[in-house]
């Protein structure tokens, strides 16, 4: 059964940083591209970040680039985002998804229960 | 960037009724669609991929179709339980754009 655990969530003053963590389990997890994907409270669904499986390759959203880094240890099935400079507008749930492939251009067929990141003073 | 605008922003269907939900792409996309649902408090949930192909275990009251700028969900008769938000999101490349979410309700 595939299980992915967010952790890292937290109140955070604006400027500030965070490290997410995503635990994955029962399934190869080097294998598979990973995304992040956040919601801000009572909005839509806005994509974050995203690492592919085969290559290590990452991708951002334009509203992140340059403060946010996806990473990934296949040796641990963990996937990170480094969250730095932090402003309110990233106040929001943040999920960890599982794509369905190796690759970016595959979308995710599982995610996470979410961990949420609040960026206030 | 390609920009994803989902219509009707919300709708009020009855049980049984047949509900239609569009996702326009700004620019083609092929077949890079997936449909998810999100009901109240929970996790999304992938309902299709590839514009049309059923996730596993999705009932198949659930359709998709389309290609290149214009994609349709069909929910061929509503049922209690499909209360939810639905999103489209491509994912042909960066950036996984999702739509603005149809909020559906039953009447």
């Known amino acids: 059964e595939v299980q992915l655990l967010e952790s890292g969530g937290g109140l955070v003053q604006p400027g500030g940083s965070l490290r997410l963590s995503c635990a994955a389990s029962g399934f190869i997890f080097s294998s598979f591209a990973m995304s992040w994907v956040r919601q801000a409270p009572g909005k839509g669904l806005e994509w974050v970040s995203g690492i592919s499986g085969t290559d290590g390759n990452t991708y951002y959203a334009e509203s992140v680039k340059g403060r946010f880094t996806i990473s990934r240890d296949n040796s641990k099935n963990t996937l990170y985002l480094q969250m730095n400079s932090l402003i309110a507008e990233d106040t929001a749930v943040f999920y960890c998804a599982k794509h369905r492939s190796g690759i970016a251009a595959s979308g995710a067929n599982y995610w996470g229960q979410g961990t949420l990141v609040t960026v206030s003073s | 960037d390609i920009q994803m605008t989902q219509s009707p922003s919300s709708l009020s269907a009855s049980v049984g009724d047949r509900v239609t939900i569009t996702c326009r792409a700004s620019?083609?996309?092929?077949?890079?669609l997936a449909w998810y649902q999100q009901k109240p408090g929970k996790v999304p949930k992938l309902l299709i991929y590839?514009?049309?192909t059923l996730q596993s275990g999705v009932p198949s009251r659930f359709s998709g179709s389309g290609s290149g700028t214009d994609f349709t969900l069909t929910i061929s008769s509503l049922q209690p339980e499909d209360v939810a938000t639905y999103y489209c999101?491509?994912?042909?490349?960066?950036?996984?754009?999702f739509g603005g979410g149809t909020k559906v309700e039953i009447k």
């Open positions: 620019q083609g996309i092929s077949n890079y």
């Open positions: 999101q491509k994912y042909n490349s960066a950036p996984h754009t």
């Open positions: 590839g514009a049309s």
